[in-house]
């Protein structure tokens, strides 16, 4: 009876919520609503990479989930314009269509402009959407946009209505009760939800960790004021783009103060005349000079506000900060404020970008100590807040690192929501919520997707695992003459590029040639097939593969690095002379029993000379006349290539036989 009474609940109607960014990272916050046969996405946002995600520049979900059910899209939701929250939408409508995406002004007409370089404008229909509005998403999801305060102008929590009852959707917020802007946060709507019934808070949990409530953004005001008062020359301002309320203090310091603003950045550039355009930003005209004429103001009277702030090596303040940029150079009288926190994972690259302005004898404002930056996310008393407004009957914890969850499922415990009622989830975890349950079902698909700096090209796990290798231990490329009969025809050639080794360039052209000798004799008949014609199929793919593994594995072995290893393999007719291998080659250093591979391994045998060397491959040929000694292509400072131009010694010959002195060019 049991059983059937959970089968039965299991098969009932519910909602399905699907986070695919956003859990256990920041960043990157994409999620799915679905009930029945309706999806409908909340916000598609992107994050920064990550130190060692070479040649990367944007980290987005893994949308394969999207894309099988592309066609129960009914339409996307936007809940405000910071990158984390749109930064992936004009990427995602290249693979799918989304049928209309509703938002607020601000963050359609910056969307706007991503369409359009993306060339992806007619594959949805932007809508805009005020305070209070309520849209219809499919035939089960009924949204109305609550206004919120955030570092974000234009900016909107979610109350969701769905067949299982209401949810709320915070999106970024804190209370600020003296906003920029003057648009409060519409906490009457938030209480109205909560006394009518909400059966489900998902909530912002960034600054889960800090106690108390976070400061309102006019509380940076004096403090940037007092820095741009008493700065002596010029005064140079980075801070996120995006942070519209932040950006309008900084106009309005620099008319009270009387300096002309240079602006720094594509995005800086592309925000501002946004905002201006919607009357979210309000300057006069002349108060802006453009950059290559701002060398013609007085210093004491100059401000340049750029991008930056997070160290990104592209960014106007980094380019500063080497020297490389066109119109502007660090002087020692100017002031620099970072009115902005760096991004997990970015610090780094900020404290490299501040140490290398303070180098330059610039005066260098940061750190929370200055007051010159406040988070756009609540702390511990705001999402107090929210939960004592929304009186949730369940409750799920998103947009955080796993801590920050942990942390904000703690304050939701003691605001009176049951543990037993609360969830902790993960990217591609699937909530299941009824009337009367909340639950996880089977997870989907998730992970990330890693563009190149076209946005155009996936750098897929296979290339990244490459570019890590040629960062950390460089790379060796192989040369190899092989012929279709499964000999090698000629001596291999070596090249390393970046790879600190002690082994010289005779040992390693020894251990590549042991290597392609060992694949011949052990590997040929599995990499070969004769279908009858002149000529047997090779599978010159799996030669090198083999090659590359074995070399590998040797390098691993007896060097401790693991360098990227490509193998090229030159095909030859059958019926090419044989490379007899190396005649003078030194014996291996480890003993060497019969049947060991590496120098007496399957298919080795010793020369009659006392020496290991690769044996030579059977073939109808007649023996070749004895080849040049194998090359290397290496690296060496000079006095190592004055001692390898010296010639070796002959080897000793055994009595009755003699030897051709080899020439110098030999």
Not at 41 to 51: E, H, Q
Not at 161 to 182: E, M, R
Not at 638 to 651: F, G, H, I, L, N
Request: hydrophobic share 35%; with cysteine; glycine share 10%.
């Amino acid at each position: 009876m049991a059983n059937n009474a959970r089968s039965a609940k299991e098969q009932e109607p519910c909602l399905r919520v699907i986070p695919l960014g956003g859990l256990h990272e920041i960043g990157k916050n994409t999620c799915v609503f679905e009930y029945g046969d309706d999806l409908m996405l909340v916000d598609a946002g992107l994050a920064f990479p990550s130190d060692g995600m070479h040649g990367v520049n944007v980290v987005l979900p893994d949308t394969s989930f999207l894309r099988e059910n592309q066609k129960r899209i009914r339409g996307m939701i936007v809940t405000h314009g910071h990158e984390d929250h749109i930064g992936g939408i004009s990427h995602h409508l290249k693979h799918f269509n989304i049928p209309v995406i509703y938002g607020p002004r601000l963050a359609l007409s910056m969307l706007t402009g991503k369409m359009d370089e993306a060339g992806v404008s007619d594959r949805t229909t932007l809508q805009t959407v005020s305070p209070r509005d309520v849209v219809k998403v499919g035939q089960h999801f009924s949204v109305e946009f609550i206004r919120n305060t955030h570092s974000m102008a234009d900016s909107y929590s979610l109350a969701i209505k769905t067949p299982v009852g209401t949810i709320i959707f915070t999106g970024d917020f804190k209370f600020d009760h003296t906003p920029v802007d003057g648009e409060h946060f519409d906490m009457a709507r938030l209480a109205h939800h909560g006394e009518e019934g909400v059966l489900c808070l998902f909530s912002d949990s960034t600054n889960a960790e800090v106690p108390g409530f976070c400061p309102p953004e006019r509380s940076v005001f004096p403090n940037l004021d007092r820095h741009m008062a008493s700065a002596e020359g010029r005064v140079i301002i980075t801070t996120f783009a995006s942070s519209i309320h932040r950006v309008s203090m900084i106009l309005e310091l620099a008319l009270k103060n009387g300096r002309k603003v240079g602006l720094l950045g594509r995005s800086m550039l592309n925000v501002i005349a946004k905002a201006r355009e919607l009357g979210y930003m309000r300057a006069p005209d002349e108060l802006f000079v453009p950059i290559k004429q701002i060398n013609d103001v007085p210093d004491r009277e100059t401000l340049l506000l750029m991008t930056g702030s997070q160290g990104e090596p592209l960014a106007a303040l980094s380019r500063i900060s080497r020297g490389e940029h066109p119109q502007v150079r660090v002087k020692t009288t100017d002031t620099i404020i970072f009115s902005a926190s760096p991004i997990p994972g970015n610090t780094i690259s900020v404290v490299n970008t501040i140490d290398k302005l303070m180098m330059l004898g610039a005066k260098v404002v940061y750190g929370k100590g200055e007051g010159i930056h406040v988070s756009g996310h609540g702390f511990q008393e705001d999402q107090k807040l929210m939960l004592a407004l929304t009186k949730p009957k369940f409750f799920v914890p998103v947009h955080g690192e796993h801590r920050m969850l942990v942390q904000h499922s703690k304050t939701g415990h003691a605001m009176g929501v049951p543990e037993n009622n609360t969830l902790i989830i993960d990217n591609g975890d699937v909530v299941e919520l009824t009337p009367d349950s909340i639950r996880k079902g089977d997870p989907v698909k998730a992970g990330i997707e890693l563009l190149d700096q076209s946005r155009n090209g996936i750098v897929d796990a296979r290339v990244l695992k490459e570019r890590q290798q040629l960062a950390e231990d460089g790379v060796v490329t192989i040369l190899s003459a092989i012929s279709t009969d499964g000999a090698m025809v000629a001596p291999p050639r070596v090249n390393l590029r970046g790879v600190v080794t002690t082994a010289d360039a005779r040992k390693m052209s020894l251990w590549t040639e042991r290597e392609i000798t060992w694949v011949l004799e052990n590997k040929w008949k599995q990499l070969c097939r004769h279908t009858g014609g002149k000529a047997p199929e090779v599978d010159w793919m799996g030669v090198q593969r083999e090659v590359e593994v074995g070399l590998g594995r040797r390098m691993r072995r007896e060097l401790q690095v693991e360098p990227l290893i490509l193998c090229l393999v030159q095909p030859a007719p059958g019926g090419t002379p044989v490379y007899k291998g190396r005649a003078d080659a030194e014996p291996d250093d480890r003993p060497a029993p019969r049947g060991r591979r590496g120098g007496g391994g399957p298919g080795r045998s010793n020369n009659g000379q006392g020496r290991n060397t690769p044996a030579p491959v059977r073939t109808n040929t007649a023996p070749a006349p004895a080849p040049a000694a194998a090359t290397a292509v290496v690296e060496k400072p000079d006095a190592q290539k004055a001692v390898a131009s010296k010639p070796e010694p002959e080897p000793e010959m055994p009595a009755g036989r003699t030897r051709r002195r080899r020439s110098a060019a030999a």
